[in-house]
């Protein structure tokens, strides 16, 4: 077993050792103030036989003992390195810090804190290990073998490569490969944000938010109790949510989510996907980016690009969202909030108090179809950011007028009685032209009640 240890602070340093030893050495590197201002020495010993001391001003070292083609060479410039012991029985290159990696068989490693912020950006090593990373954000890999990785503080980067691996990443926000199904990774709480990439299928062990599915197999993800990301891979996934308020997103492939309670969010882009709640599980949220109905005990959809798409809502109270394009909307029963945003949108209400939202840029290329507004329960909702002047609350009765323009001062929303068109017209019979914004039936018996400003 060799062994490898760091209990003290290194900074702008960078090691670079080679060995060809038939046997094992062992070395200690002692300086305590910059390597300008102070001496730096290297103690030796090849095969327990030969010992030997370099020291330096610069920090840089070199060695060759020719007896049996040894070569053990340092070089970089070292500001404060108090302590540490290697033992070792292969060869090895074992760098410090920046732009550096080693691969050593079986060994148990502390990186040490770093005093500057410049990050450990990478160990390999094979074997059986034991790494630790230091305060800072660090790169960590195992490889093959059954080893156990602690990151200690920064952002970790903790790869247990093949094996049964246990992996800590400590406080910071860290990221965790995982590849068999004996890998444990553990977090506590409050330790950041964490991550886990599964080549497997997966349940996130406590204290863990976001799994990423790799690869192309048909794999489960399983979340926790916190407010999970699940991300499937290319292949058919089965995500759970579980609880919390989770996000849901198969990505490619015809895959089957539960969010369970919580209020969740599924992200849909294949006709096959499937997106299942229970009732009384929360308020959920669907984020289509194809045509979609919303299934039972789901309240929201939001369509996602610039698409051409239709979106359904279902018995319950639904808000349904469109997108840049030109979209169908409709409610069915329920309650439903409409809200088409830009493009020419055709809104339909269906049965109940529905609630057709008007809050994008107006403009020619935005005017939206109406195809069942009942006066008696449905409304209008205007956003005063594009309907400028008017004051938020119900439309006052004298800035409402049917006809074919205004006819004085006070009039805004002007309702065609013949065509169906409603326009805005921010200054009444002023100069400014009035813009349409929606086309609804004719003839109906349409007041200033109908509008509400946001």
Do not use: C
């Not at 074997?127 to 059954?146: H, T």
């Amino acid at each position: 077993m060799a062994t490898f240890s760091s209990t003290s602070a290194i900074n702008n340093s960078l090691l670079v050792f080679e060995s060809l030893l038939p046997d094992s050495f062992y070395y200690e590197w002692y300086s305590e103030r910059s390597m300008d201002t102070a001496y730096g020495q290297i103690s030796y010993m090849y095969g327990n036989t030969e010992e030997g001391i370099d020291s330096n001003y610069y920090g840089n070292f070199e060695y060759l003992y020719e007896g049996d083609g040894s070569v053990f060479h340092i070089s970089g410039y070292v500001t404060s390195i108090v302590s540490e012991t290697h033992y070792q029985d292969y060869s090895f290159y074992p760098p410090i810090t920046n732009g550096t990696r080693w691969i050593i068989n079986d060994i148990n490693i502390y990186v040490g804190k770093f005093q500057t912020p410049n990050d450990l950006p990478g160990l390999i090593f094979a074997g059986d290990d034991r790494i630790y990373g230091s305060p800072e954000n660090d790169e960590l890999y195992g490889f093959s073998g059954s080893d156990v990785i602690e990151g200690k503080g920064g952002n970790d980067i903790i790869n247990g490569g093949t094996g049964a691996d246990i992996m800590l990443g400590g406080l910071g926000n860290d990221l965790y490969f995982v590849d068999n199904a004996r890998d444990v990774v553990f977090e506590f709480v409050n330790e950041g944000t964490d991550t886990v990439r599964s080549t497997i299928s997966l349940t996130l062990t406590s204290n863990v938010e976001r799994l990423e599915l790799l690869g192309t197999g048909h794999l489960s993800g399983v979340g926790n109790d916190l407010n999970n990301d699940l991300i499937g891979n290319s292949g058919n996934n089965t995500l759970y949510g579980r609880a919390g308020n989770d996000l849901l997103d198969g990505r490619a492939g015809s895959d089957t989510m539960y969010g369970g309670a919580g209020n969740d969010i599924y992200v849909v882009s294949s006709a096959g996907d499937r997106a299942i709640e229970l009732a009384g599980e929360g308020t959920d949220t669907v984020r289509s980016y194809i045509d979609w109905s919303l299934g039972a005990n789901l309240e929201r959809l939001e369509l996602q690009g610039s698409a051409n798409l239709t979106g359904n809502g279902n018995g319950l109270n639904n808000t349904l969202i469109g997108n840049s394009g030109s979209n169908i909307l409709r409610g069915g029963a329920g309650n439903d909030t409409l809200i088409g945003g830009a493009g020419k949108d055709t809104l339909n209400g269906g049965d109940g108090k529905d609630t057709f939202v008007f809050n994008a840029a107006l403009g020619s290329t935005n005017i939206d179809k109406i195809n069942d507004y009942n006066v008696a329960q449905d409304t209008m909702q205007l956003d005063s950011k594009y309907f400028a002047g008017l004051a938020k609350g119900w439309l006052a009765a004298g800035a409402f007028h049917t006809g074919t323009a205004a006819h004085d001062a006070t009039d805004r929303i002007i309702y065609n009685k013949s065509t169906g068109a409603l326009w805005f017209d921010k200054d009444g019979i002023g100069g400014a032209t009035a813009v349409q914004f929606a086309t609804l039936s004719p003839g109906l018996a349409m007041t200033a009640n109908e509008f509400f400003i946001v």
